[in-house]
């Protein structure tokens, strides 16, 4: 048997839904979500460019995906905390980590907001985040349960996008930003653990 030689591409082995994943998140924490396409996404990753749309159908489908698995990483992160501080420290520490998926789960007008997927994930780091706040005695926190998971998730969530954006790299200085927002949580909730 003699052996052939083709010209077209070789097939992709391994996990191609991952592949492409992979290769959004880069262009997205590089270029942002505006500049992502599944065209380019296909010849980035060395497929088809029908590979993308076969996974995912579109952009919209795509970015839900990416959505879906951060809020599912973040829901991890938070539910091993030890503490309502550590659960925001943890948060920001997730942004930090996943800054392309940070960017993309919080911009719902990109998003399928009514994907199972999506809506589960989401659902379950919410709960983590109410998790972490409920282990707090309400005489602790100086207001109702539900306004102190708000202002938690504000203050991971609005130092966390500060410091993607570069705009706490002069007040922070050489300082560490998870020390730094640990200090500030204990001026918000003074008397919790």
Not at 22 to 36: E, F, N
Not at 41 to 55: C, F, I, Q, T, Y
Not at 154 to 172: K, Q
Request: hydrophobic share 45%.
């Amino acid at each position: 048997m003699t052996q052939q030689t083709s010209s077209r591409r070789p097939y992709h082995h391994g996990d191609l839904r991952r592949a492409i994943l992979t290769t959004a998140l880069d262009v997205i924490a590089t270029d942002g979500p505006s500049a992502l396409s599944l065209r380019d996404l296909a010849r980035r990753a060395g497929v088809s460019h029908a590979a993308p749309a076969h996974h995912f159908g579109d952009r919209t489908g795509l970015l839900t995906a990416i959505a879906a698995e951060g809020f599912g990483l973040l829901s991890t992160a938070l539910i091993e905390a030890a503490d309502l501080k550590d659960a925001g420290v943890r948060y920001v520490r997730f942004a930090r980590e996943h800054p392309a998926h940070f960017q993309v789960m919080f911009s719902p007008e990109l998003l399928r907001n009514d994907d199972l997927e999506l809506t589960t994930a989401r659902a379950l780091a919410g709960d983590a985040l109410r998790g972490a706040v409920a282990v707090v005695r309400p005489e602790e926190l100086g207001i109702e349960p539900r306004m102190a998971s708000v202002a938690a998730w504000s203050l991971a969530h609005g130092f966390a996008t500060l410091l993607l954006s570069h705009n706490l790299d002069g007040p922070l200085g050489d300082k560490d930003a998870e020390e730094v927002f640990r200090s500030l949580a204990a001026m918000l909730f003074r008397n919790t653990a």
